[in-house]
């Protein structure tokens, strides 16, 4: 009888010790747990696009700010070109491999990226997109600007400039890239309600300075009324107003650009701009690793969080918050 007692114990035992294991793997789901590093510092790979432009540079503040706030360290590594997807998938590959905690990134592609974040969920790391995201549902949170609204806004401003008729030039950056991709549908979609304004020519600037000249100049010889561009980040705009300058168009053809390098801020002044679509990149940077951290203890976060964006001219270039806009990096303490 006590043989029979002592065996049935002990299966008894073997089913919950067995329960027990299914319930913490999460039924199969992950083999690792987001909070299991709650006790030592955390690692979070921050993933950019690119690492060139000054946008990248103020998401970087912002993520670094972040993860001293929270008690992590970032790990910042991203391809030198936008264009380079498989590079990128390469990086967030290794740091899978490296077991970081969290990966906060901004994808080079909306669907190539796709198959590299699940592998890092199947891994147990979350992920985090910024600016860019991708065409799935496994990222914790999307952190980014509206970017369909801030092209419209960016259409509605060129149309004032031109004084709502004429002929206008789009130059968005890498297709394919999920910003881009919006920017130049929320331009086309807003720039359609204008029946006295054509949309006459789009060119890609690959987010290059050198490919952003060469488009506005084949827009211009291709069109040689044209009356006004919208650039789509700062490759683009850079170039369009290096092009309009060196032509002595600047200020005659009306440019209105996405983001604010300071070359394009230096435009701006100048007059070769007209008005600038300013994101938050610093914010992205931030609240991005201040979502991977909540992630990684449990907690919830949004699933989308909008950054805002601003139109800037030079009517409200002096304004407080416009140059805590323009210039994040000097208020990096603004967010804790």
Same mark, same amino acid.
């Given at each position: 009888?006590?043989?029979?007692?002592?065996?049935?114990?002990?299966?008894?035992?073997?089913? /919950?010790?067995?329960?027990?294991?299914?319930?913490?793997?999460?039924?199969?789901?992950?083999?690792?747990?987001?909070?299991?590093?709650?006790?030592?510092?955390?690692?979070?790979? /921050?993933?950019?696009?690119?690492?060139?432009?000054?946008?990248?540079?103020?998401?970087?503040?912002?993520?670094?700010?972040?993860?001293?706030?929270?008690?992590?360290?970032?790990?910042?590594?991203?391809?030198?070109?936008?264009?380079?997807?498989?590079?990128?998938?390469?990086?967030?590959?290794?740091?899978?491999?490296?077991?970081?905690?969290?990966?906060?990134?901004?994808?080079?592609?909306?669907?190539?990226?796709?198959?590299?974040?699940?592998?890092?969920?199947?891994?147990?790391?979350? /992920?985090?997109?910024?600016?860019?995201?991708?065409?799935?549902?496994?990222?914790?949170?999307?952190?980014?600007?509206?970017?369909?609204?801030?092209?419209?806004?960016?259409?509605?401003?060129?149309?004032?400039?031109?004084?709502?008729?004429?002929?206008?030039?789009?130059?968005?950056?890498?297709?394919?890239?999920?910003?881009?991709?919006?920017?130049?549908?929320?331009?086309?979609?807003?720039?359609?309600?204008?029946?006295?304004?054509?949309?006459?020519?789009?060119?890609?600037?690959?987010?290059?300075?050198?490919?952003?000249?060469?488009?506005?100049?084949?827009?211009?010889?291709?069109?040689?009324?044209?009356?006004?561009?919208?650039?789509?980040?700062?490759?683009?705009?850079?170039?369009?107003?290096?092009?309009?300058?060196?032509?002595?168009?600047?200020?005659?053809?009306?440019?209105?650009?996405?983001?604010?390098?300071?070359?394009?801020?230096?435009?701006?002044?100048?007059?070769?701009?007209?008005?600038?679509?300013?994101?938050?990149?610093?914010?992205?940077?931030?609240?991005?690793?201040?979502?991977?951290?909540?992630?990684?203890?449990?907690?919830?976060?949004?699933?989308?969080?909008?950054?805002?964006?601003?139109?800037?001219?030079?009517?409200?270039?002096?304004?407080?918050?416009?140059?805590?806009?323009?210039?994040?990096?000097?208020?990096?303490?603004?967010?804790?």
């Amino acid at each position: 009888m006590c043989e029979f007692i002592t065996r049935r114990i002990g299966a008894l035992l073997l089913v /919950v010790f067995a329960l027990l294991q299914f319930t913490a793997t999460g039924c199969g789901r992950s083999p690792k747990s987001y909070n299991a590093a709650k006790n030592r510092e955390l690692v979070i790979a /921050v993933v950019p696009k690119g690492t060139t432009q000054s946008f990248w540079l103020a998401v970087k503040a912002g993520a670094e700010d972040a993860a001293k706030a929270g008690g992590a360290r970032i790990i910042w590594k991203g391809p030198a070109k936008e264009t380079d997807v498989a590079g990128q998938k390469r990086i967030i590959e290794n740091f899978i491999n490296q077991k970081v905690d969290a990966i906060v990134m901004a994808a080079c592609n909306e669907t190539a990226l796709v198959p590299t974040v699940e592998q890092a969920d199947a891994a147990g790391i979350p /992920v985090i997109t910024i600016d860019s995201g991708v065409k799935s549902d496994v990222p914790k949170s999307f952190i980014a600007t509206d970017n369909i609204q801030g092209a419209r806004e960016a259409a509605k401003t060129l149309v004032k400039l031109i004084g709502g008729r004429g002929e206008v030039g789009l130059i968005p950056f890498v297709k394919g890239a999920a910003t881009s991709n919006m920017r130049e549908q929320g331009f086309k979609e807003e720039i359609a309600k204008y029946k006295n304004v054509k949309l006459v020519s789009v060119l890609y600037s690959n987010s290059d300075i050198m490919q952003g000249i060469r488009a506005t100049e084949d827009m211009l010889t291709a069109h040689p009324k044209l009356a006004g561009i919208f650039a789509a980040n700062e490759g683009g705009a850079v170039g369009a107003a290096r092009a309009l300058d060196m032509r002595g168009l600047g200020g005659k053809v009306k440019l209105v650009a996405f983001d604010a390098a300071q070359a394009e801020i230096d435009a701006l002044r100048k007059g070769t701009i007209q008005a600038l679509i300013v994101q938050n990149p610093y914010k992205m940077g931030f609240e991005g690793v201040k979502a991977a951290i909540a992630v990684i203890k449990g907690r919830n976060v949004p699933r989308r969080i909008d950054t805002g964006v601003t139109v800037v001219t030079m009517k409200n270039f002096r304004d407080p918050d416009v140059q805590r806009l323009l210039y994040p990096t000097r208020n990096s303490n603004s967010l804790r």
